[in-house]
């Protein structure tokens, strides 16, 4: 919400519902919700550090359950996977921080309002012949001509490939 934007989140949920989400939710993203999170992962790290990590095994001789805490390897491993998960936001991080923090585009940055097709599998095909379709009855109408029978003589091939549009 903080890296987004509130103003946008807010503007993107009235956009997809047709309704401006009402006070008592932009007050619950905005404060409370992160509040609680924030307090939640503090006191978790809290309890962390406090008590060493056990659990609880079955010992055949005594016929009981023990507590037995974890090896250090473990715990370990348990922090190499937790801090694996922050690695993509570091690395974005230093990306932005190399770039000069600059907001000005660059020559094949993403341009919003562009659409470029990678390729068509059989899984996409049906999404995209709707959007062939409509891309067709766009050109035909912008070159003038609303005959339905001007077809393209390739429009049972359905095979497409990328074209990088650099401006």
């Not at 801090?83 to 094949?108: D, T, Y």
Request: with cysteine.
């Amino acid at each position: 919400m903080y890296v987004y934007g509130h103003k946008r989140f807010t503007d993107d949920i009235e956009t997809m519902t047709g309704y401006r989400p009402g006070l008592y939710w932009q007050l619950m993203w905005r404060f409370l919700s992160p509040s609680i999170m924030s307090l939640i992962v503090l006191s978790s790290i809290y309890s962390m550090f406090t008590k060493y990590p056990t659990y609880k095994a079955w010992n055949r001789e005594k016929a009981e359950t023990e507590e037995l805490t974890y090896p250090g390897w473990s715990l370990g491993l348990a922090a190499i996977l937790a801090v694996a998960s922050l690695v993509p936001i570091f690395i974005g991080l230093c990306m932005w921080a190399r770039r000069g923090c600059r907001r000005h585009e660059r020559p094949g940055d993403y341009q919003p309002g562009f659409f470029h097709r990678v390729d068509t599998t059989a899984s996409t095909r049906p999404m995209l012949d709707s959007f062939d379709v409509f891309q067709k009855d766009g050109d035909r109408l912008s070159n003038g001509s609303d005959d339905s029978s001007s077809q393209d003589s390739n429009s049972d091939n359905k095979s497409f490939k990328l074209e990088v549009v650099d401006s």
